[in-house]
């Protein structure tokens, strides 16, 4: 199988896994199969009125889900997605959509933490809630503690995304300089009845850190937080410790909130084996977690490829990537294709795909990569480009002067990151 068939065929597996975990039809389909198990009317088991939130950078897709299959029942809406997003035309007028800062919050996230407040607050306690969250909600609306500035939350989230720590690290240091996060939001909601459908991009697919957890209390208070301490500045511990550390969550405005995680990695990886199987590949399904910094990562499949069998190789997770003081474009995908091109240079034999499910890879304005051995030589790049950008994590740029960046549509899903290995 050539090199170009083997792309293609990526690229069709690839597409078969992100419309496996496609926000509007995964919901669609929970909330037929919840309406189905229950014996209900309708999915909320409710005569009234229903209000939804969508929030996160699935947050259209998955609110055109919910209006397709709730119809007029549902009276009035607030989504809240991320800039390069466009706001669709497919929500009615009274459905009201904003665009919020991502993955550094701006003011414009502080006022979308304002609408939602206002959103909840006018809902009548006969308005049934649904809401339906995705990753990006982090940044996309905040509601800040009286004596934390814009400045300060941004400062944080600059260091954050450049620290290296896992997203599950991440949010449990915002969820600390935050009125809304860590379940704070449940104390603003009217609504006798809430249901939540969360798209999961943490491994863990625990409801307390998708998002931040705006409807989930986690109860390890921070210092217990497996967080590696020593990699996190004075000025970010400080920042914490001054906050309360869980601002009087009273379990009872938690216990009418169902929360259902419908959507995450497994059905995306799961489409993907099926396609690849249908089209006639082996498939090893790895359990393994793409985990920790991305160099390891790299070490870890460039070992695993000397003997690894024929066919398809899958994992699914998330690496971690430490930027430098002056970094240029790309993101941890583009960075490990990079680094995986580079380590193969001209061998053959192999190719693989780097992919950001939700379609961004860090700023590089695409999904990832697909690369084989030749994708450097090709387009006259030698190690010592590579090795370069590399060290100024400008891998986006290397890998476009060698037409290897892979472009998928944004705001469909949003459930970490998919590494694809095929070996000959």
């Known amino acids: 199988m050539d090199t170009m068939s ?21 919901v669609i389909n929970a909330l037929h199969g919840r309406a189905e198990l229950q014996g209900m009317q309708n999915a909320l088991g409710v005569q009234g ?19 397709k299959y709730l119809g007029s029942k549902v009276v009035s809406g607030l989504v809240v997605s991320k800039d390069t997003i466009s706001l669709t035309d497919s929500l009615p007028p ?39 969250i995705s990753g990006g909600a982090s940044a996309l609306v905040e509601v800040l503690p009286e004596k934390v500035s814009l400045q300060q939350l941004q400062k944080l989230n600059h260091w954050l995304l450049t620290s290296g720590l896992d997203i599950e690290q991440m949010n449990a240091i915002r969820q600390c300089v935050s009125c809304i996060k860590a379940g704070r939001l449940a104390s603003y909601i009217q ?17 307390a850190m998708i998002g931040s957890g705006l409807l989930a209390v986690s109860r390890t208070p921070l210092p217990d937080v497996a ?25 009872s405005v ?9 959507i995450d990695l497994d059905m995306a990886l799961n489409a993907m084996m099926q396609a690849a199987l249908d089209g006639g590949y082996t498939v090893f399904r790895h359990d393994e977690e793409m985990s920790g910094n ?53 061998k053959s034999g192999f190719i693989v795909a780097t992919v950001a499910s939700d379609g ?53 899903s949003n459930v970490a990151d998919i590494f694809l290995l095929v070996k000959h």
């Open 6 to 26: 083997s792309r293609s065929d990526l690229l069709a597996i690839i597409e078969s896994g992100l419309n496996g975990v496609d926000g509007k039809r995964c």
């Open 49 to 67: 009125n229903i209000g939804i939130v969508a929030i996160g950078k699935a947050a259209s897709s998955m609110a055109e889900g919910a209006l």
């Open 94 to 132: 009274y459905i009201e959509q904003l665009v919020a800062g991502h993955p550094v919050p701006d003011q414009r996230s502080l006022d979308a933490g304002q609408a939602l407040i206002r959103y909840l607050k006018n809902c009548s306690p006969a308005t049934s809630l649904l809401f339906l």
């Open 191 to 207: 609504a006798s009845q809430v249901v939540s459908l969360l798209m999961s991009d943490v491994m863990s697919n625990s409801v």
């Open 227 to 251: 967080i590696d301490f020593d990699r996190v500045p004075q000025w970010v511990r400080q920042l914490c410790l001054e906050q309360p550390l869980r601002l009087g969550i009273d379990d």
């Open 254 to 262: 938690l216990v009418h909130i169902d929360q259902v995680i419908v």
């Open 294 to 346: 991305v160099m390891r990562w790299a070490d870890t499949i460039t070992e695993y490829l000397v003997e690894a069998p024929s066919g398809l190789h899958l994992w699914g997770g998330e690496t971690t990537l430490q930027l430098p003081a002056t970094s240029g474009c790309g993101g941890r995908n583009t960075h490990l294709a990079l680094l995986l091109a580079q380590r193969l240079y001209d």
């Open 360 to 412: 961004d890879d860090g700023n590089s304005g695409y999904a990832g990569a697909i690369v084989d051995g030749s994708t450097l030589s090709k387009a006259g790049i030698t190690q010592a480009m590579a090795q370069q950008a590399l060290a100024y994590a400008d891998s986006a740029t290397l890998l476009k002067q060698a037409g290897a960046l892979l472009s998928l549509a944004k705001g469909r």
